[in-house]
């Protein structure tokens, strides 16, 4: 047998995690103190988005990334929702576009002025309402530029087409809550994490399930597509209550290809994976550490780097997307942390050290770009496209000339369950809940009336009808 060392070479192994200076933190920022598993922050290369504090309905701030020090305690935000903000996300191709989820059971889709906010933003490009209840997890299609996914507490995905503005699909194949979703390459593949502790891949436009994974020894909470690899990853916990990853291939569930523990803490593990580098990070919620790691296609197939070490607890974790990188630093990764004790968030860049000043070609290979490569009626059609792939030495500095339009709808009742959902908000006082029920009275009173009057009409024309039959013999 021959021997393999378990040490292996490898480009990355000196990545070090470098805090942004004070001067480049943004402070003073009111973060939400919902305890939901999400993030709370969505970063372009233009805004930072933060899920904030408010009274009365759900709000979150939009800041221009270049705008860092202390934020005004008046800060304008952006706060249109009813209830609760759970999720927040930038639309890939649009940096001026961001899609927002609440428990007030709407999607929510914005536009951000140039320069940022200069007032509060009530109004929405688009409200999409389709859940019967909260709403809290969304993610935009990667290679398409007006699909949206949405996962309610209702147990349903839906699937938005924002050029007419509805859901043109509902994935119902989930039993219990969605826990996250994760897209391939290329959109044709989505996997779901699901409390009822099953990982499945599913068909998006059919909803068909291809595999599925009942997770009893490792209970999954995130699932993440590992790029082109044909694999995914999950991180869980194991029967011993120990944080687990587990790496699975994605054409056969059932057995893990391998597994890993990480600790014994109980907080939420999130997996973030660059497909570029190959580089899986692990932040833990309420940890002050992100461990990072190799993922390879031979064994031991995760092969472990380094850790990045701070004393401040982290709430969520937003991340720079590839093009707002430094390239002149090295910079292969950048978290955006929420330390919510402190109202700060702090810019946590990965870098690679290298000696020369030029542009390091082998750690930036060509990368998904600004550019959406299908419309979503092309993808809705069936045609799937890789992403429009683009270099980060010259071209992420040019301008997309994409200009996103929102259909023009006219107001009309969506009935889920005989509640008309852009009459009926879910009720949050006593009263509200009083007049709701007797307003659903008088409408179930109204039916009746008319249910009679159609049966007295239908009694009639089942006469006539008679009539007619037994007038036509004698004619003959």
Not at 41 to 48: E, G, I, M, P
Request: overall charge neutral; glycine content about 6%.
């Amino acid at each position: 047998m021959s021997w393999r060392p378990t040490y292996r070479s490898s480009k990355f192994r000196n990545v070090y995690g470098k805090v942004a200076n004070r001067e480049h933190c943004f402070d003073g920022v009111p973060i939400t103190k919902n305890v939901h598993d999400n993030h709370f922050c969505a970063v372009n290369s233009k805004f930072l988005a933060v899920v904030t504090e408010s009274a009365g309905g759900g709000s979150f701030i939009v800041i221009p990334v270049s705008q860092s020090g202390r934020l005004d305690s008046h800060y304008p935000k952006v706060c249109g929702h009813q209830g609760n903000v759970l999720d927040i996300k930038w639309n890939p191709f649009f940096e001026n576009i961001i899609a927002s989820c609440s428990e007030d059971t709407s999607v929510r889709v914005w536009e951000i002025p140039e320069g940022g906010l200069r007032r509060n933003m009530t109004e929405a490009v688009l409200e999409l309402y389709g859940h019967s209840r909260r709403v809290g997890l969304i993610e935009w299609h990667p290679t398409s530029s007006g699909i949206l996914f949405s996962a309610g507490y209702d147990y349903k995905i839906l699937i938005w087409n924002l050029e007419i503005g509805d859901p043109v699909k509902m994935i119902d194949c989930h039993a219990d809550i969605i826990l996250s979703m994760s897209f391939n390459t290329d959109g044709s593949l989505l996997a779901t994490s699901c409390k009822d502790k099953k990982l499945r891949v599913i068909e998006p436009r059919s909803g068909r399930v291809l595999q599925q994974a009942n997770c009893k020894n490792h209970r999954v909470n995130r699932v993440v597509f590992l790029g082109n690899m044909k694999r995914l990853l999950t991180t869980g916990v194991s029967r011993w209550n120990t944080r687990q990853i587990a790496l699975w291939d994605q054409e056969d569930l059932s057995m893990p290809i391998a597994e890993e523990d990480i600790d014994g803490l109980s907080g939420l593990l999130f997996p973030f994976y660059d497909a570029d580098t190959h580089m899986l990070y692990l932040a833990g919620k309420g940890d002050g550490n992100i461990r990072y790691f190799e993922i390879t296609t031979e064994k031991p197939y995760i092969q472990y780097l380094m850790e990045f070490r701070s004393p401040a607890p982290q709430k969520g974790l937003g991340v720079m997307p590839k093009h707002g990188l430094d390239v002149s630093a090295c910079e292969v990764y950048r978290f955006y942390k929420l330390v919510t004790l402190k109202g700060l968030i702090e810019p946590v860049s990965m870098i690679v050290p290298r000696r020369s000043d030029t542009y390091q070609e082998d750690i930036y290979p060509m990368t998904a770009g600004t550019e959406p490569a299908l419309s979503a009626s092309e993808w809705l059609s069936g045609i799937d496209r890789d992403p429009i792939l683009m270099s980060m030495k010259d071209g992420y500095h040019r301008p997309n000339r994409l200009v996103f339009k929102a259909p023009v709808k006219e107001k009309k009742a969506m009935v889920v369950n005989g509640i008309d959902l852009l009459e009926n908000v879910p009720p949050r006082t006593e009263n509200e809940l009083l007049r709701m029920f007797f307003r659903q009275q008088d409408e179930l009173r109204r039916l009746k009336e008319e249910l009679t009057t159609k049966d007295v009409r239908i009694r009639q024309l089942e006469l006539e009808l008679n009539n007619l039959k037994n007038v036509s013999p004698n004619n003959v």
